[in-house]
């Protein structure tokens, strides 16, 4: 069965203080990685996909990276804005397939 | 241009009763999926469309959901006899082929 699991589940940083989250899978077969970020009451929004190991994506303060069993989403010098759920979710066949999620880092940042 | 959008924001219902939410794509998105959340958990996938055609609905926890996309474009989640255990925040998402998700900002549903 195909399972993501993310770490740690809360982290509490102070504004400027860079840190990563993880994201460990185990799949029959990658076919994507995807990063989302998720406000409190609304829906994930995309932030990244990565298709290979050694693949990596950068967006502002954050740095997506991946390898063959798991992705980390870098924050390089975190402001308060930042703070949101981050979901991690892979895509195992190809084509318009579902993602199987991860539970989510919960990251606060604190000014 | 216009994202997912999903009606009503909240829904509140008794147990028993039946309800009804809408997702509405973004243009020309031939694919359409359904997901649930539950509070401290990630999206779990319940069914997916391509093009009118339920082409997986193997996330649907029993028979009494049911999804249906007529035309293509919208498509609306049916729940019958609705359980307190249903209670949860339903997301819709689209893409295009191949294509990057892009999510709705989800109806909470609340079953009392």
């Known amino acids: 069965e195909d399972q993501v699991t993310q770490s740690p589940e809360a982290l509490r940083l102070q504004e400027g203080e860079s840190s990563s989250l993880n994201c460990s899978y185990t799949v029959s077969g990658l076919r994507g990685l995807f990063w989302y970020r998720q406000d409190p009451g609304k829906g994930p929004e995309f932030l990244f996909t990565?298709?290979?190991a050694g693949e990596e994506k950068e967006k502002e303060r954050l740095k997506a990276t991946l390898t063959k069993k798991e992705s980390f989403l870098h924050i390089t010098a975190p402001k308060p804005e930042d703070s949101a759920t981050y979901l991690c979710?892979?895509?195992?066949?190809?084509?318009?397939?579902?993602?199987?999620f991860g539970k989510g880092t919960r990251l606060s940042v604190i000014a | 241009g216009a994202g997912v959008s999903q009606t009503p924001s909240n829904k509140v219902t008794e147990k028993g009763k039946y309800v009804e939410l809408r997702c509405d794509p973004i243009s020309g998105h031939t694919a359409l999926y359904w997901y649930r959340q539950s509070l401290g958990q990630g999206p779990e996938f319940l069914i997916y469309f391509q093009g009118t055609g339920a082409a997986d609905d193997s996330g649907l926890p029993n028979d009494r959901f049911f999804a249906v996309r007529p035309e293509g474009s919208v498509s609306t989640l049916k729940i019958q006899r609705t359980e307190r255990g249903d209670s949860a925040v339903y997301l819709c998402?689209?893409?295009?082929?191949?294509?990057?998700?892009?999510f709705g900002p989800g109806t909470r549903l609340t079953v009392l």
């Open positions: 990565l298709y290979s």
């Open positions: 998402a689209s893409s295009e082929p191949s294509g990057t998700q892009y």
């Open positions: 979710a892979v895509r195992t066949t190809s084509g318009n397939t579902p993602l199987v």
